[in-house]
T-cell receptor, first 114, second 115 residues
Framework: GAGVSQSPSNKVTEKGKDVELRCDPISGHTALYWYRQSLGQGLEFLIYFQGNSAPDKSGLPSDRFSAERTGGSVSTLTIQRTQQEDSAVYLC????????????FGPGTRLLVL | AQTVTQSQPEMSVQEAETVTLSCTYDTSESNYYLFWYKQPPSRQMILVIRQEAYKQQNATENRFSVNFQKAAKSFSLKISDSQLGDTAMYFCAFSRLEYGNKLVFGAGTILRVKS
């Protein structure tokens, strides 16, 4: 079946602009995660959604970052007023259950802020 | 907070040979999960192998096996009969037994398999 998909694959934006990154999890997976992969910080957890429960936002680096998950499926990660330090690969993962399900990752969105 | 350390930034191995990637972690938990993920140049993170801390038996998946030393907080990955397709970045990751089981990753080890 189809895996986790993310769009766009690459995004170049100017400092100060807003960007939206999309994640389509594997059908039927109730848990969805966002991670960020950057040269300076490695792989970091950002946010976690499980069904209709309140998300775990403990990894979001600032209030410029937000995410939503509509209808328990597609998720959008929004970065407002982008900064150069936001340049990174943003990875989405889903699992069939929050715990202890194996996380399946998408190919990521590479974001470059000029 | 949990930390995961991979002390080998880069490794290389000849095709068909065996290589071991190191990983240590720090936690006060007694039950948890450990993972090895592979990330080839395509960026797609792929689960290689998973170990539950309460299991004493080391996990194996075909050519991949782990040496899990709970007391030493060590979790190394052994790749036997290395293949060119094994060339990738390998990440060790830790997950608590908690709501969400978010992953804590090490810095990664670049593995190059040479022909």
């Amino acid at each position: 079946g189809a895996g986790v998909s993310q769009s766009p694959s690459n995004k170049v934006t100017e400092k100060g602009k807003d960007v939206e990154l999309r994640c389509d999890p594997i059908s039927g997976h109730t848990a969805l995660y966002w991670y960020r992969q950057s040269l300076g910080q490695g792989l970091e957890f950002l946010i976690y959604f499980q069904g209709n429960s309140a998300p775990d936002k403990s990894g979001l680096p600032s209030d410029r970052f937000s995410a939503e998950r509509t209808g328990g499926s597609v998720s959008t990660l929004t970065i407002q007023r982008t900064q150069q330090e936001d340049s990174a690969v943003y990875l989405c993962a889903s699992s069939a259950q929050g715990f202890p399900g194996t996380q399946y990752f998408g190919p990521g969105t590479r974001l470059l802020v000029l | 907070a949990q930390t995961v350390t991979q002390s080998q930034p880069e490794m290389s191995v000849q095709e068909a040979e065996t290589v071991t990637l190191s990983c240590t972690y720090d936690t006060s938990e007694s039950n948890y999960y450990l993972f090895w993920y592979k990330q080839p140049p395509s960026r797609q993170m792929i689960l290689v192998i998973r170990q539950e801390a309460y299991k004493q038996q080391n996990a194996t998946e075909n050519r991949f096996s782990v040496n899990f030393q709970k007391a030493a907080k060590s979790f190394s990955l052994k790749i036997s009969d290395s293949q060119l397709g094994d060339t990738a970045m390998y990440f060790c990751a830790f997950s608590r037994l908690e709501y969400g089981n978010k992953l804590v990753f090490g810095a990664g080890t670049i593995l190059r398999v040479k022909s």
